[in-house]
């Protein structure tokens, strides 16, 4: 079945360096991925949309220059914290769809990513 | 490792009709519980949050139960619509992990 993989699924880091998260579809070729970030006792909540070859779209209240999504290939997404703080310590997870047929598509998930900044 | 399962993957039903979701997990270490909406092309939506702590929540026309020791969660959708039309998600909150069940598809017909 469809595998996506998330490096790293752990990082520490000091305040004020940036942290990149990579998201790769092993299988096949995930031509929109969303990136997610989960803080503690809250909802999953959508950052931002990213597609092949094209800026991505974000949620309101994203920062566009604070996270960086780099969609460059059909099989990697790469979101990069810039300028990391403590209020950026988060879960972030993405995933990437698969389109089934004409009507329907499938949502796989990578393991996450627990971002700890000191 | 924690295993999410939901059943049915797929549901169709008329306009008008209660329905009930169902998901379970294996490991009842869980800190919460949330279900999702998600629509062809979209990212998850988020429906209901559920903390361990918690046996149910309720946003309008839907209703979540957890039962932690028994490990499984409901979603009750009152009085469906088609506009309901969507595939639905739990997933379950460890520590550092996140695992989704694989999904209902759900069609709620005219």
Redesign the interface.
Known sequence: GAVVSQHP??VICKSGTSVKIECRSLDFQAT?M?W?R?F???????MA?SNEGSKATYEQGVEKDKFLINHASLTLSTLTVTSAHPEDSS?Y?C?A?VRQGL?????F?G??T?LSVL | KQEVTQIPAALSVPEGENLVLNCSFTDSAIYNLQWFRQDPGKGLTSLLLIQSSQREQTSGRLNASLDKSSGRSTLYIAASQPGDSATYLCAVSGYSTLTFGKGTMLLVSP
Not at chain 1, 40 to 46: D, E, G, R, T, V
Request: no cysteine; glycine share 4%; aromatic share 14%.
């Open positions: 699924s752990r929109t969303f997610y989960q503690p006792k809250q909802s999953l909540m959508l949309t879960f997870i995933s769809t009507e329907s598509e499938k949502l998930f393991s996450g627990q």
